[in-house]
């Protein structure tokens, strides 16, 4: 039964509100009306008899209501902080009182958002089904979240004006107070397909809309130019963001990143800052510039000295340091370094899965493969974790996202900046409930975990990804066409279909493979060529014959809806995504599972040997490709049996940024034209141990270790080293081998960019008289990672068998 029936309540507030406090009683009465078809009234004042009220105001307001008296007010009322708000409820016969009382007008905002959280909510249903006497306030100042206009991600350059202000207030009412919007131009195109609004006439708009709800304008901008030391760089430069600072009526801060993109040296960049800085600061006085030591290209060791050398003359137009993605520094470390009179924001990346800041955890390849590096990707537990882990270093996030992918994320990001005590479960429940569904709020909200359950350990042994899609499908069967078509809902429901049939292919042609490899077997009886047929006949039922295609079907039909409803890019040529990296996984739902492109490149090669002998050998040799031999190890760092070889260092909990700790990654690049067709046939194709390798960041060592050696043997360590993507083949990475710490294998191993090095080395007995062996690799010059695939560990001397 309700505790108060709200659907012919009064909104009472002063007639004195204006600016965010009048947009946030705005806000309420519309929100319902979409939701429930009431419009509540609106009034200045106290109604009489026993009608229902929301009060809402400022703490200086609320009292201006006219017919307020002192019993209007909650007696236990504290001493509000900034941006917070109480929240109480009077259920009597006269005049049921909800009241919403902030400390400033944003406190009055945010307590409006809790209140409709807070609802049961249905067509001319109003319910509050619980007494609220609340008093809260944010734990950091800043919360927020980048949504970029422009092509290069999946969603937002899609939106209409009023779609933007919609997500925007989406994000207000959980919390947020800082958005962060990007020039026109950046590192991508400026104009795409699908926009619809010109890019500075929508910066403006935005800055607007922003302001609106009493939030902060934050802007994103690296520095293109290419020669900062040219003067008429600089002038043309300085003419663009002159333009764009006096056009916006609102900005805050100016972020500018140290790279990725841009290129500038720490001195020069120090200089140019200064300049922009005292620009802004001509139109809008208060504004603050940031800066973050973001690097990635030359040197990074050298780079990072000169920007905290510049840091540490502490210049007076910097506002603070911004942590994110290519910041080598942990969080702990780099609060160390940064002095304490510049605050450090964080600056997350919540939208990628891997090759990126907080990559997904041991992520299975067949995931990788196919939802790539940009999907949808709910992260509820993983992303409270990792804020919660670093949050103490900082004044809070504003999260760089490239898309609608991580929307559930951004709501887990507001609420822990908000109370990180709070429940992720609880975020869910409040998400699932207001933007879907009062009626399924915890169902999608379990949903919404097992989904990302879905992506623990190796996927074709995760017994739960099959129920998932059970309870999504039943969801499906019994909700609402307003729930069908509701984007976040079919977000949830795409991806426990397409987790399912993942994993069924993955299944279908593991067996492929394995049927394949028997057709080879047969050669010695069948013939080389005749084997080598039947083997491209058996690896092509993937595509003649392929499995569940019931699932495949509705994964494209979400996605045409995704794209009709918000603009969600799935595919290149359907949906207008600038690449399949960029949001466009449905394009990839079929890309093979199994190692059928290594296979169909060993057949083409058997094929143009003229000798059946050495046909047969070349099959063999296919055949035994990871067989290290008799007393010998193989090992792809990537898998998770190999994984129990590796030191973990500090490990994903403690360092979920992987700066000190080794990490599963995937060089999908090699299979997406990175390397070509005949370079990839003179390297006798591309296994996927290649795609699937261990990866570390700068001074952070690879340790792998095998015991139960024969210690009365040499052997022979023969390594995959994969190149490190988008990388030109010329930059290389250096690489130190030790074994058992004293035995130096390889003193300066060269691994070029975007291709893989295959090493071998002898490592003699007497380094080995423990039976234990201790692989040590360490980057000591380059780029800024270190990648391997493979292991072989071979005896270097045949066994004697005793006949």
């Not at 006219?66 to 007010?73: H, I, P, T």
């Not at 822990?416 to 869910?428: G, H, K, R, Y």
């Not at 390798?693 to 001074?699: Q, S, T």
Request: net charge negative.
């Amino acid at each position: 039964m309700a505790f108060l029936n709200l659907v012919a309540a009064t909104v009472v507030s002063s007639k004195e509100a204006k600016g965010a406090e009048a947009k946030a009683v705005d806000v309420l009465i519309e929100e319902l009306e979409k939701r429930t078809g009431v419009r509540l009234s609106r009034a200045n004042s106290f109604p009489d008899g026993n009608t229902p009220v929301i009060a809402v105001g400022t703490m200086d307001s609320y009292p201006s209501i006219e017919g307020f008296d002192g019993e209007r007010l909650p007696k236990d009322l504290p001493i509000l902080k900034p941006e917070g708000y109480a929240l109480r409820t009077v259920s009597t016969t006269d005049n049921p009182t909800v009241s919403i009382i902030g400390a400033d007008a944003r406190g009055v905002l945010y307590g409006v958002g809790k209140l409709l959280r807070s609802l049961r909510w249905g067509d001319h249903l109003i319910q509050l089904e619980r007494e609220l006497n609340l008093n809260e306030a944010p734990s950091f100042p800043l919360r927020g979240h980048q949504l970029g206009y422009r092509p290069k991600n999946n969603a937002y350059d899609a939106w209409s004006v009023e779609q933007y202000d919609q997500y925007i207030r989406d994000l207000a009412i959980f919390g947020a107070n800082s958005i962060e919007i990007l020039p026109p131009r950046t590192d991508d195109d400026p104009i795409g397909p699908v926009m619809k609004v010109e890019p500075m006439e929508m910066m403006i708009r935005l800055s607007e809309i922003i302001a609106s709800y009493g939030m902060d304008t934050w802007i994103w901008y690296p520095n293109l130019g290419k020669d900062f030391s040219n003067p008429a760089t600089i002038e043309a430069e300085l003419a663009e963001r002159e333009h764009i600072f006096s056009s916006l009526p609102h900005i805050q801060h100016i972020f500018i990143p140290g790279s990725d993109p841009g290129d500038m040296e720490p001195e020069p960049l120090f200089k140019w800052c200064e300049q922009v800085a005292g620009l802004l600061n001509r139109y809008h006085p208060e504004a603050k510039l940031w800066l973050s030591p973001q690097v990635m290209n030359g040197d990074p060791t050298a780079w990072k000295n000169g920007f905290y050398e510049q840091l540490s003359k502490e210049p007076d137009w910097l506002g603070g340091i911004v942590f994110g993605p290519h910041v080598d520094e942990a969080l702990p470390e780099l609060r160390r370094i940064v002095p304490q009179k510049y605050p450090i924001r964080r600056y997350e990346d919540i939208t990628h899965n891997f090759h990126c800041q907080y990559p997904v955890a041991d992520w299975d390849l067949s995931f990788a493969l196919t939802l790539g590096r940009e999907s949808s990707n709910p992260r509820p537990l993983a992303q409270k974790h990792i804020h919660n882990e670093l949050a103490s270093y900082t004044v809070g996030n504003l999260s760089y996202s490239e898309g609608i992918n991580d929307d559930v994320n951004k709501f887990i990001w507001n609420d822990q900046d908000w109370n990180p005590q709070t429940p992720a479960v609880e975020t869910l429940r409040d998400f699932a409930g207001w933007f879907i569904s009062c009626e399924l709020a915890d169902g999608v909200a379990q949903g919404l975990l097992a989904l990302e359950d879905n992506w623990l350990g190796p996927l074709a042994a995760n017994e739960g990804v099959e129920l998932t899609l059970l309870q999504w499908q039943q969801m499906e069967r019994e909700a609402s066409e307003r729930v069908i078509n509701n984007y976040r809902f079919q977000m949830g429901l795409l991806r426990a279909y397409f987790d399912a049939y993942t994993k069924r292919r993955l299944f279908y042609e593991t067996d492929l493979e394995y049927r394949a490899k028997e057709a080879l077997r047969e050669a010695k009886h069948t013939g080389a060529l005749a084997a080598v047929q039947q083997v491209e006949q058996i690896l092509s039922r993937a595509v003649t014959e392929p499995v569940a295609q019931d699932y495949r079907r509705r994964c494209e039909e979400l996605a045409d809806q995704l794209f009709a409803n918000i603009g969600y890019q799935l595919t290149v040529t359907r949906h207008y995504a600038i690449a399949q990296d960029r949001g466009a996984f449905m394009d990839a739902i079929n890309a093979p599972l199994n190692d059928a492109r290594w296979l169909r490149i060993r057949c083409a090669l058997i094929q143009e040997e003229q000798d059946e002998m050495k046909r047969l050998m070349m099959i063999d040799e296919a055949l035994n490709r990871i067989n290290p031999g008799p007393g010998g190890f193989y090992d792809n760092l990537g898998s998770y049996r190999s994984n129990r070889r590796i030191d973990p260092g500090q490990g994903w909990k403690k360092d979920p940024g992987y700066l000190y700790s080794p990490r599963t990654a995937h060089a999908v690049y090699l299979l997406s034209g990175a390397i070509t067709e005949a370079k990839e046939k003179e390297r006798g194709g591309i296994p996927l141990a290649w795609i699937n390798h261990i990866n570390v960041m700068l001074d952070t060592p690879i340790i792998v270790r095998y015991d139960h050696l024969d210690p009365s043997t040499d052997y022979i360590v023969k390594v995959a080293y994969v190149g490190e993507i988008g990388v030109e083949a010329h930059k290389a990475v250096q690489v130190k081998l030790t074994a058992n710490d004293t035995y130096v294998v390889e003193e300066s191993l060269l691994v070029n960019g975007s291709a893989v090095t295959i090493r071998e080395a002898r490592i003699p007995r007497e380094v080995l008289s423990s039976g234990e062996l201790k692989l040590t690799f360490l980057r000591t010059q380059g780029t800024k990672r270190l990648n391997i695939g493979e292991i072989w560990l071979i005896r270097s001397e045949p066994q004697q068998v005793q006949v």
